[in-house]
């Protein structure tokens, strides 16, 4: 009687750098070709990233049937955090400013273009940041509107002679707005009669 041991075939699963959560598919390249894979996220050919580390198995089967196996990991990386918050008000008066800070990372990229943690703003517009973590997986904030109002103009119009004898009046004016306080005296009118 003959007895004839066939080899198994060997088997390689392959290597694969880390991906971030946000990765798309990633082609499973066993060797030889026309094995199956198998595990967590996995179609076909194709492993649809999770976070963790996921363990993959590739079987191959020979012309002789004999079957061996052999597995790869792949460690899939969670995204940062990205958002910003406002050290104050985000709508405020022309000539002052506001500081956003963005969640913790490794690297910051602003939509102005700058490159840290924290920016001083004090112009109208939408700012969101890029935050790239310690694994190089990077997401992308909500924009924060930050809106710059400008100043009233403050005048003082007056309806006669400023400079007159003792027990004259003058009328003075503010120029239009919707809150005044006059100083000195404290009147809250457009208009004030002034006598002193």
Excluded: H
């Amino acid at each position: 009687t003959q007895v004839i041991v066939n080899p198994l075939p060997i088997v390689d699963a392959g290597t694969y750098p880390a991906v971030c959560s946000d990765a798309a598919e990633v082609e499973l390249i066993g060797s030889p070709a026309g094995g199956t894979w198998s595990g967590s996220g996995v179609t076909g050919n194709f492993f649809n990233p999770s976070v963790g580390t996921q363990t993959l198995t590739y079987t191959y089967t020979d012309a002789n049937n004999c079957t061996n196996t052999d597995q790869a990991t792949i460690t899939v990386n969670p995204l940062p955090t990205a958002t910003i918050s406002a050290g104050g008000y985000t709508t405020f008066c022309d000539g002052e400013s506001v500081t956003l800070t963005a969640s913790e990372g490794s690297s910051y990229l602003w939509s102005t273009g700058a490159i840290t943690r924290a920016i001083t703003v004090s112009a109208s517009g939408s700012y969101s940041v890029e935050v790239t973590n310690a694994n190089g997986c990077l997401a992308t904030s909500e924009a924060t509107v930050v809106t710059v109002k400008n100043r009233p103009e403050a005048t003082i119009t007056p309806d006669g002679l400023t400079t007159f004898c003792e027990g004259g009046v003058v009328k003075l004016t503010a120029s239009p707005g919707t809150y005044y306080s006059w100083n000195p005296g404290g009147e809250t009118t457009q208009s004030i009669y002034v006598a002193q």
